[in-house]
């Protein structure tokens, strides 16, 4: 049984930092591609940060320079290091990966990979 769990996120006045946890269990997702993702209410979903299976980062534009995506492979875990929040930052952030097979971040590799329940971050 395969789950993603999210955890950290919380209230903080901009310019503050927070850092987002997300536990994967039932297989080894740091061997895939992994992600964060954020929606705001009335927005559409977006991509914030993406890690795959080498190590190879990217990031969404509107967060390059703040945010830090990283995993700790001996716990299965991926992390979100947010700082220098700003109000535009809020939205719930959900943790994403990629199915077993390939390890590297291809088009539409979320729309059949696990997701966690998300964990709302607010900035004001």
């Known amino acids: 049984h395969v789950q993603l769990v999210e955890s950290g996120g919380g209230s903080v006045q901009a310019g503050g930092s927070l850092r987002l946890s997300c536990s994967a269990s039932?297989?080894?997702?740091?061997?895939?591609?992994m992600a964060w993702f954020r929606q705001a209410p009335g927005k559409e979903r977006e991509a914030v940060a993406t890690i795959d299976g080498f190590g190879w980062t990217t990031y969404a534009d509107s967060v390059k320079g703040r945010f830090t995506i990283s995993r700790d492979n001996a716990k299965n875990t991926l992390y979100l290091q947010m700082n220098s929040l700003k109000p535009e930052d809020t939205a719930m952030y959900y943790c994403a990966a990629d199915r077993p097979g390939r390890g590297y971040c291809y088009t539409g590799w979320d729309k059949n990979g696990y997701w966690g329940q998300g964990t709302q971050v607010t900035v004001s």
């Open positions: 039932g297989y080894t997702a740091s061997r895939y591609c």
